[in-house]
């Protein structure tokens, strides 16, 4: 979804959250994938500015981010990050007189390396700035003011939220964006209480209404029951839950070093980027057997999220939204709440990025990290042995990195948890209000026809919809030259009297040659699927690699030639394999708003390319459909999904076998 | 899998967990579902005895478990507790001079009601007892101790186990047992140390071996890296993971009074039975709006555990466990270790069962319950109101109620986890040892022909298997009467030009109206699955329900027509409905161990009753296939699945809007 109205909030959330920061702090040591400092996005601002004064240019930035170094020279730098130098540079989106400008920056040398102009389809990510103006538009928009006044309502009590407006063949497009106005009178809950009948298209270049329609009334649901804010509530609250504390007496067992993170057996890079969110990168692991450190993980974040709504009437069949491309995921993180979005044992790291006009801001406590007690290792009990008693249970502490991304209603926990084991399981779990289409009915005996959705309240139908996640997951098993194998569990007969048994199942691994072969719908058949080194064997000969570890799979329902599938058509497959390509980052395309599904991952895989022993890139699509209930409503109590990346052969056998469960300990912060 | 050998360790266990209990506790009120106390135990046998007094007869118990009251009386009860009598009945399963009597015992009138002798196929769950006696033939029998010597193998080091050994179409059936033997020679990691090539049939009434071969002489697999306990290991350890230390300064939310459980908004009683281990019963939830605590579950246990190895060759074709029929779930349950299996703040309940001789046994901390906290239970941040700072998230406090059954090298780490929002997560997770078959292969470049598995150390192969888990879930959903409803997403074309979408998706709700409607493969197509009450609706006229949530989805590969799959064909639908029938607990069948599946799920929905609007039973198949690697070797960490029920317009909305996190604390337990 959409909507978002940050501009308004600066100056409000300045001391709260964000900070428009200018003075120079310390120099600390650079790793090159650290995202753009403050003074860095500075210096982008004013190399962009010197060359397009304001005077005479209209400009606006849309993507200003660290052009990340070459895979190789990383590589390089992290053998000998002494003698390797990389320089910094920065990949900039802006429009500049109406033409999407993208402009390469050398930040060390202060020079513009290159400045092209895209030619194509699409436009770039949305500004959180323009969208602030948006949605003040239709307050001063006087058909609109009569329409409110129609209904009886309070203008002051109405906010406006913007939505992209995706692609329906049209030959031209224009950036423009739909508004929906609310209510939010005697409520925060503005989701819940649309204006429904209005229609409204905002022209972005000339910052103005450019189409309205008032078709029909449809009542505003009323704002009972819809506050979530404790203070806003009457008793009696519950049920009631009791309190914990805790304590680290050793402190923490990780250690946060700029960007770089090192806890238990792993090490890895957090990053961030405006329209990625969290990425991690470098992801390694020690091998208390080899006596090293081993790669795992190059880099992975998620690569775009797609919404696509199910209610195809005038109001709602453009509902389909590209939250990372189209409203960037790390422009909507929000700050996280110390003790309530993560636990007391969280350290927090900033963000920060560049506000429209290049000035950069900061957005605080944007990750967290902290350990997760409380599970089980592994363990055995063995009963089996005369005369011993023999009970081993190791606990498990997993290291968890978090953001949230918030789009609008849905807010969306991204968890990254690391476990000793070498697991790493990514965590999806959504929360926030449901998109809301008002109606006149109050009763499920009332309706009449196809309404789209559930009657999650009286007036209000919980719209169905999907939510597509996609990684980008470039795993790096022991080095760059890697292989993706399906391994399928397939029956075979006894038909030969040569066992008892009629049947039973075995393996047949099959090692995918080009990316056709990468395709993978999960659940038609059994498989388990692995990213491996071909060029590496553990000490019995198997291939070490990593497993992907699926979720329950989810397929999209629309059609292939439907406009909105075209364009998230990287939705078509759970698995995808590609070879390694840096400009391959946006599964659904680097200009999504607007986009007619050109530069998809669907489009680049059909070039066929080989992935067999190269240095490739797994990308994986877990979602949920959404078939709204009434507990989905004021708002959602946590939905989750994900899965995991598991060793497979990597170690020669049970990394965890020599870890102890943490000591149990004692309260130690009693003054003497 | 199999192998128990508790009679061995009674002498060691009395002091650390078991306890045989003769003298008499004081009365507390009983609820009717509690399990059997150990003075009903006693006075079971003490009835059955008197019958059948040892003197004149052979007999052994293989079943002694409360006769559940019908669920009619029981609901009676729980209205008017001091009302309502409901006498404590015992059903018991002894084997009788080699005959399978079914005993119905009224404890309080102290009177057989009946006894029965089964006639079919099958045999009764073994004794811990029989298969301690099993396993100590070998160490004595001549031709096996030649076969050690053989081998130069030290025999004081060999320790044997027993293997359940199904039906593969024989017309006849004695109740037998094969036996493996393992060397625990420096390790206590037996189960990667096979003595392989040898065959041993024991006869449990002759209580001899019948059937002696020695075929191929395999290496025993080295004790090198295969001890898991710390205290047999060298350093280095690692990594290392830092302590935590945790207090609840309120105590803990939950009460155990009894057998019943209080927490939060939900009751629910925590039963025990030798054969399905943990119970949960009459869950209920308080329902903040209406006042009152509504039903949800009348009953809920794993009722088989499908274990079906995939090597057909002759030493190995013939393991296809039910762990919960054959060796029993509840006997095979160990106890909890505090601070380890459990968290701190972890309370722990014991159990008793009989032995095969009728005298009651302690099983201590075979339970525990405990409170987990870290999670986000719901939130939003609202940036889309001008001049208002909204951010509310609301922390997570679950309960969960945990058992371990082990059933010789695996351990199965069961969880209960209610949630106040009204879900209930059941929770699956494996740890423990593979089965090894020992091979003369040190490297894959010397596999020559399918060896059935991975080689997962040198000589060893992880044979491959499943692990298929049954939950029956009979749900009360606001009381008895419930349906169960298939909702289908459809992809809908548009064709009349009326929407710029080509397509998009709607549901489809059928209403089972048969069992075989009920019979549902998961992941053939979109569907959500709900139990609801088509007599209860919402105020928006929604069926109150609850949806099963299922995790990745798992299908048997064996054919239909193998006699493994024919017992285990319960696991031929992820989704069965029956209506509740006291009878159908078991869902491959009441006598298992060489069942020839005339009793399965798959039989009794054979008659296609009807399950419209009445009293229902969710049966949920869960499973893994396992593949195993390298990192399960020689102890696996934890490899997990499970599933979610989730009220969905059960509630009016959000039951969880008005619960408050827990308050921030510190540590009070500092002396002043």
Same mark, same amino acid.
């Given at each position: 979804?959409?909507?978002?109205?940050?501009?308004?909030?600066?100056?409000?959330? /300045?001391?709260?959250?964000?900070?428009?920061?200018?003075?120079?702090?310390?120099?600390?040591?650079?790793?090159?994938?650290?995202?753009? /400092?403050?003074?860095?996005?500075?210096?982008?601002?004013?190399? =962009?500015?010197?060359?397009?004064?304001?005077?005479?240019?209209?400009?606006?930035?849309?993507?200003?981010?660290? +052009?990340?170094? +070459?895979?190789?020279?990383?590589?390089?730098?992290?053998?000998?990050?002494?003698?390797?130098?990389?320089?910094?540079?920065?990949?900039?989106?802006?429009?500049?007189?109406?033409?999407?400008?993208?402009?390469?920056?050398?930040?060390?040398?202060?020079?513009?390396?290159?400045?092209?102009?895209?030619?194509?389809?699409?436009?770039?990510?949305?500004?959180?700035?323009?969208?602030?103006?948006?949605?003040?538009?239709?307050?001063?928009?006087?058909?609109?003011?009569?329409?409110?006044?129609?209904?009886?309502?309070?203008?002051?009590?109405?906010?406006?939220?913007?939505?992209?407006?995706?692609?329906?063949?049209?030959?031209?497009?224009?950036?423009?964006?739909?508004?929906?106005?609310?209510?939010?009178?005697?409520?925060?809950?503005?989701?819940?209480?649309?204006?429904?009948?209005?229609?409204?298209?905002?022209?972005?270049?000339?910052?103005?209404?450019?189409?309205?329609?008032?078709?029909?009334?449809?009542?505003?649901?009323?704002?009972?029951?819809?506050?979530?804010?404790?203070?806003?509530? &009457?008793?009696?609250?519950?049920?009631?839950?009791?309190?914990?504390?805790?304590?680290?007496?050793? *402190?923490?067992?990780?250690?946060?070093?700029?960007?770089?993170?090192?806890?238990?057996?792993?090490?890895?890079?957090?990053?961030?980027?405006? &329209?990625?969110?969290?990425?991690?990168?470098?992801?390694?692991?020690?091998?208390?057997?080899?006596?090293?450190? &081993?790669?795992?993980?190059?880099?992975?974040?998620?690569?775009?999220?797609?919404?696509?709504?199910? +209610?195809?009437?005038?109001?709602?069949?453009?509902?389909?939204?590209?939250?990372?491309?189209?409203?960037?995921?790390?422009?909507?993180?929000?700050?996280?709440?110390?003790?309530?979005?993560?636990?007391?044992?969280?350290?927090?790291?900033?963000?920060?990025?560049?506000?429209?006009?290049?000035?950069?801001?900061?957005?605080?406590?944007?990750?967290?990290?902290?350990?997760?007690?409380?599970?089980?290792?592994?363990?055995?009990?063995?009963?089996?042995?005369?005369?011993?008693?023999?009970?081993?249970?190791?606990? #498990?502490?997993?290291?968890?990195?978090?953001?949230?991304?918030?789009?609008?209603?849905?807010?969306?926990?991204?968890?990254?948890?690391?476990?000793?084991?070498?697991?790493?399981?990514?965590?999806?779990?959504?929360? *926030?209000?449901?998109?809301?289409?008002?109606?006149?009915?109050?009763?499920?005996? #009332?309706?009449?026809?196809?309404?789209?959705?559930?009657?999650?309240?009286?007036?209000?139908?919980?719209?169905?919809?999907?939510?597509?996640?996609?990684?980008?997951?470039?795993?790096?098993?022991?080095?760059?030259?890697?292989?993706?194998?399906?391994?399928?569990?397939?029956?075979?007969?006894?038909?030969?009297?040569?066992?008892?048994?009629?049947?039973?199942?075995?393996?047949?691994?099959?090692?995918?040659?080009?990316?056709?072969?990468?395709?993978?719908?999960? @659940?038609?058949?059994?498989?388990?699927?692995?990213?491996?080194?071909?060029?590496?064997?553990?000490?019995? @000969?198997?291939?070490?690699?990593?497993?992907?570890?699926?979720?329950?799979? =989810?397929?999209?329902?629309?059609?292939?030639?439907?406009?909105?599938?075209?364009?998230?058509?990287?939705?078509?497959?759970?698995?995808?394999?590609?070879?390694?390509?840096?400009?391959?980052?946006?599964?659904?395309?680097?200009?999504?708003?607007?986009?007619?599904?050109?530069?998809?991952?669907?489009?680049?895989?059909? &070039?066929?390319?080989?992935?067999?022993?190269?240095?490739?890139?797994?990308?994986?699509? =877990?979602?949920?459909?959404?078939?709204?209930?009434?507990?989905?409503?004021?708002?959602?109590?946590?939905?989750?999904?994900?899965?995991?990346?598991?060793?497979?052969?990597?170690?020669?056998?049970?990394?965890?076998?020599?870890?102890?469960?943490?000591?149990?300990?004692?309260?130690?912060?009693?003054?003497?």
């Amino acid at each position: 979804m959409s909507s978002t109205m940050k501009l308004m909030l600066f100056s409000f959330f /300045t001391i709260l959250s964000f900070q428009t920061v200018f003075s120079v702090t310390p120099l600390i040591v650079q790793h090159p994938l650290d995202p753009l /400092t403050e003074q860095e996005i500075t210096l982008v601002q004013t190399i =962009v500015l010197r060359k397009y004064p304001t005077s005479r240019n209209t400009l606006t930035f849309h993507y200003v981010g660290l +052009d990340d170094p +070459d895979k190789a020279a990383i590589l390089k730098w992290q053998q000998s990050p002494k003698l390797v130098k990389i320089d910094r540079k920065s990949f900039v989106i802006a429009i500049i007189n109406s033409q999407s400008h993208e402009i390469l920056i050398n930040l060390k040398a202060k020079v513009i390396v290159s400045d092209n102009i895209h030619k194509g389809n699409g436009f770039p990510t949305l500004s959180v700035e323009e969208q602030g103006q948006v949605i003040e538009l239709p307050l001063k928009y006087g058909p609109f003011i009569a329409s409110v006044n129609k209904r009886g309502l309070n203008l002051s009590e109405v906010v406006c939220s913007t939505f992209s407006i995706g692609w329906y063949g049209e030959a031209k497009s224009k950036r423009s964006l739909r508004v929906e106005c609310f209510l939010k009178e005697d409520t925060a809950n503005i989701y819940v209480r649309p204006i429904n009948g209005i229609t409204i298209l905002v022209d972005l270049e000339k910052m103005k209404i450019v189409e309205y329609h008032d078709t029909e009334i449809e009542p505003v649901p009323t704002a009972n029951n819809t506050e979530y804010r404790a203070s806003r509530q &009457r008793p009696p609250f519950g049920p009631k839950q009791h309190s914990l504390t805790s304590h680290q007496p050793q *402190g923490p067992g990780f250690q946060i070093n700029g960007h770089s993170v090192s806890w238990a057996n792993w090490k890895f890079h957090i990053g961030f980027d405006v &329209r990625a969110g969290v990425i991690i990168s470098l992801a390694s692991i020690y091998d208390l057997e080899k006596h090293k450190s &081993r790669r795992v993980l190059y880099r992975g974040y998620i690569s775009e999220l797609f919404v696509p709504y199910q +209610d195809p009437s005038e109001d709602w069949y453009y509902k389909t939204f590209f939250d990372a491309g189209e409203f960037g995921f790390g422009q909507s993180m929000v700050p996280l709440i110390p003790n309530l979005d993560c636990p007391p044992n969280a350290q927090f790291l900033d963000a920060h990025f560049a506000q429209a006009d290049g000035t950069p801001t900061t957005l605080n406590n944007a990750f967290c990290v902290f350990e997760q007690y409380g599970n089980i290792m592994w363990r055995h009990t063995e009963t089996g042995i005369p005369n011993e008693n023999i009970v081993e249970t190791r606990t #498990e502490v997993n290291l968890i990195v978090r953001s949230i991304v918030t789009v609008g209603n849905y807010d969306n926990i991204l968890d990254w948890e690391f476990k000793a084991s070498g697991s790493i399981k990514l965590g999806i779990a959504l929360s *926030g209000i449901l998109e809301i289409k008002a109606v006149g009915i109050k009763h499920k005996s #009332e309706i009449k026809k196809e309404q789209h959705g559930s009657l999650v309240s009286a007036n209000s139908i919980g719209v169905y919809h999907d939510h597509f996640y996609i990684y980008h997951l470039d795993l790096d098993i022991d080095g760059e030259y890697n292989s993706f194998e399906k391994t399928n569990l397939k029956t075979v007969k006894v038909t030969d009297g040569s066992s008892k048994r009629k049947s039973y199942w075995t393996i047949e691994t099959e090692t995918a040659k080009t990316e056709s072969d990468g395709k993978i719908k999960i @659940g038609t058949s059994p498989t388990e699927f692995a990213v491996v080194n071909p060029n590496k064997q553990s000490s019995t @000969g198997n291939d070490v690699g990593y497993r992907l570890i699926p979720g329950p799979a =989810v397929h999209p329902l629309l059609t292939e030639d439907d406009y909105p599938q075209i364009r998230g058509a990287f939705t078509n497959n759970n698995v995808w394999v590609t070879p390694y390509n840096r400009t391959e980052k946006w599964a659904g395309g680097l200009y999504v708003d607007q986009s007619r599904g050109e530069d998809t991952l669907a489009v680049w895989t059909k &070039r066929n390319r080989d992935i067999k022993n190269k240095d490739i890139v797994l990308w994986h699509v =877990v979602g949920i459909h959404h078939v709204p209930t009434q507990e989905d409503y004021p708002i959602m109590p946590l939905l989750s999904t994900g899965f995991e990346l598991r060793p497979a052969n990597f170690f020669e056998r049970n990394p965890v076998l020599k870890t102890l469960s943490p000591k149990d300990v004692q309260w130690p912060g009693c003054p003497k």
